[in-house]
């Protein structure tokens, strides 16, 4: 029998009111010891006041009763709402122990849940990015998946594969039934309609997973050309060092932004040039190496400087670059309206000229590039591996040849697929999995 365990759901502290949640098979008799009275209707909020071994009330609150199959873990669940005060918790925490309850794991609610068969892993998944989204992309993303939008999709490719095999082993097992040769052309076929499939979800430029985990940014340019007072003034403090002297930024600073409901991660790096020393080398060493990371890249020029542009810069300006000519309000040139083929927007960090165009820019591309549609989309690295897997496997398929070796290809990218959702997972795939979550859920 598994423990019967309980955790605060809610978050820690002093609060209004504070949400405690406990499941197995010694909720409902917790229950009834701390209230004194039998088990109140199922699903239906009662006023009750709980108290501990000696009778000494513990606090007066809400209670609910979910007895299994029909909760979130499939257990008996028991639901308490009280006041969210640092003594109440002390004492109901001391009442559960003292009733042969435990302290709850991260994750344990969902992973309990999982092993009960009321979710699979894509849901668990969408439960944590949904308690840790900061964005309101990535919650409308969390709640898409909550849906089961993506574990409907694997399921069908799952679907479609198991068909697809079952075609095959009906070849294999009645070979001497002189089956027609369209049963192994059909299966030709659907694979490789599969495969395409596979390959143009896969083609998605990682919409999902940069959503989820943020869109690194990277400032890019030569030294003074203004890229830690741009930093600070998008980020509306002052989280980088700004100074007249050549070479003050040496390592790489981030500022979290969220940008038209995208989260961003802005990097400042260091300086563009011809190093005066080891230390200010690497900085120039890890800005090229953030660059070549970065999901997008701003090439941050002086404009007072124009129509002299830094080299070293202008080498980096990719497709996935926007090129930003700082101190506008300093230039008495003419400013071009492309460089090295990409637009240009004209800022000034110092007064704060231009900041919402660019801004305006950056949410413009962002969508262009990385904005996720209604269809539902691979929001972690491990989804995307398996995906990976299951493509290669079917790559591999070749009924031309031994009708064994391609019913393992099958098998292989049915396999894969099953990762996603749980259908087929490790212990220590699920420990990575849940060991994310908060304690309560």
Not at 19 to 28: A, M
Not at 139 to 147: G, S
Not at 165 to 170: D, H, P, S, V
Request: aromatic share 4%; proline share 4%; glycine share 8%.
């Amino acid at each position: 029998m598994a423990d019967t365990i309980y955790a605060l759901a809610s978050g820690a502290g002093r609060a209004g009111i504070a949400v405690w949640r406990l499941s197995g098979e010694g909720s409902g008799s917790a229950l009834s010891s701390l209230t004194g009275c039998p088990l109140p209707p199922a699903r239906r909020a009662v006023r009750a006041v709980l108290r501990d071994h000696d009778g000494e009330p513990i606090d007066d609150g809400l209670v609910l009763w979910f007895p299994a199959p029909a909760s979130f873990t499939g257990e008996d669940v028991v639901e308490l709402h009280l006041h969210g005060g640092r003594a109440v918790a002390q004492a109901l925490g001391q009442a559960l122990a003292r009733l042969g309850l435990r302290p709850a794991e991260p994750g344990e609610f969902s992973r309990r849940a999982f092993a009960g068969g009321k979710i699979d892993l894509t849901h668990a998944e969408a439960i944590a990015d949904l308690v840790a989204a900061e964005t309101s992309a990535q919650r409308r993303q969390a709640l898409r998946q909550m849906d089961g939008s993506l574990a409907a999709l694997i399921e069908e490719w799952r679907r479609r594969l198991v068909s697809i095999l079952a075609r095959l082993e009906a070849a294999i097992d009645f070979a001497e039934e002189d089956l027609p040769s369209s049963l192994i052309d059909l299966t030709r076929t659907e694979a490789a309609a599969l495969s395409a499939d596979l390959a143009r979800h896969l083609a998605d430029n990682r919409r999902g997973e940069i959503l989820r985990d943020g869109l690194h940014i990277t400032l890019l340019g030569a030294p003074n050309a203004g890229k830690s007072s741009l930093l600070n003034r998008l980020a509306g403090r002052e989280a980088a060092i700004v100074s007249a002297e050549a070479g003050t930024t040496r390592d790489v600073i981030e500022i979290h932004l969220d940008l038209a409901g995208w989260p961003v991660i802005l990097a400042d790096t260091a300086g563009l040039r011809e190093a005066a020393g080891q230390i200010e080398a690497e900085g120039v060493r890890r800005a090229l190496a953030r660059a070549e990371a970065a999901d997008l890249k701003l090439a941050v020029f002086d404009a007072a400087l124009v129509p002299n542009l830094d080299e070293a810069t202008c080498e980096v300006i990719d497709d996935a670059t926007l090129v930003v000519l700082n101190k506008r309000d300093l230039s008495s040139s003419l400013l071009p309206e492309t460089v090295a083929g990409r637009p240009v927007v004209a800022v000034s960090a110092k007064t704060g000229d231009g900041l919402d165009d660019l801004l305006s820019w950056i949410g413009e591309e962002v969508q262009q590039r990385f904005a996720v549609g209604p269809a539902p989309v691979l929001t972690r690295a491990r989804h995307r591996a398996a995906a990976e897997a299951a493509e290669r496997a079917l790559s591999g398929f070749d009924p031309s040849g031994d009708l064994g070796l391609a019913a393992e290809s099958l098998r292989a990218a049915a396999t894969a697929l099953g990762r996603i959702t749980g259908r087929v997972e490790t212990d220590e795939v699920l420990e990575a999995i849940f060991r994310e979550f908060c304690i309560g859920k």
